[in-house]
Nanobody, 118 residues
Framework: QVQLVESGGGLVQDGGSLRLSCAAA????????MAWCRQAPGKEREFVAG????????NIADSAKGRFTISRDSAKNTVYLQMNNLKPEDTAVYYC???????????WGQGTQVTVSS
């Protein structure tokens, strides 16, 4: 089974930047894709960005286009979310998600809090 550990969240001012990391461990050779999702208080969890573990495609939500970038370091089995020009509405718990070959449900990390102050 794959395990995911997120890091890099914190408090930042409006317009600031943060880089989130998601380190995968375990049977990483079975990972098909990874993604970042977020959940703000009182709202449903939403997709932010995703990419294949091979790196041949990426996908960014409209709300993040032009500000967020997803990338990976295959040697470290780590996926990053670089977030620039952060806004207060980006405040949420950010979760890493992995699609694992042979599983019908995705694997989730524990989440990391991102707070953007105005």
């Amino acid at each position: 089974q794959v395990q995911l550990v997120e890091s890099g969240g914190g408090l930042v001012q409006d317009g600031g930047s943060l880089r989130l990391s998601c380190a995968a461990a375990g049977r990483t050779f079975r990972i098909l894709s990874m993604a970042w999702c977020r959940q703000a208080p009182g709202k449903e969890r939403e997709f932010v960005a995703g990419m294949s573990f091979s790196g041949d495609w990426t996908n960014i939500a409209d709300s993040a286009k032009g500000r967020f970038t997803i990338s990976r370091d295959s040697a470290k089995n780590t996926v990053y979310l670089q977030m620039n020009n952060l806004k207060p509405e980006d405040t949420a718990v950010y979760y890493c998600r992995a699609a694992e070959l042979g599983r019908t449900t995705d694997v989730w990390g524990q989440g990391t809090q991102v707070t953007v102050s105005s």
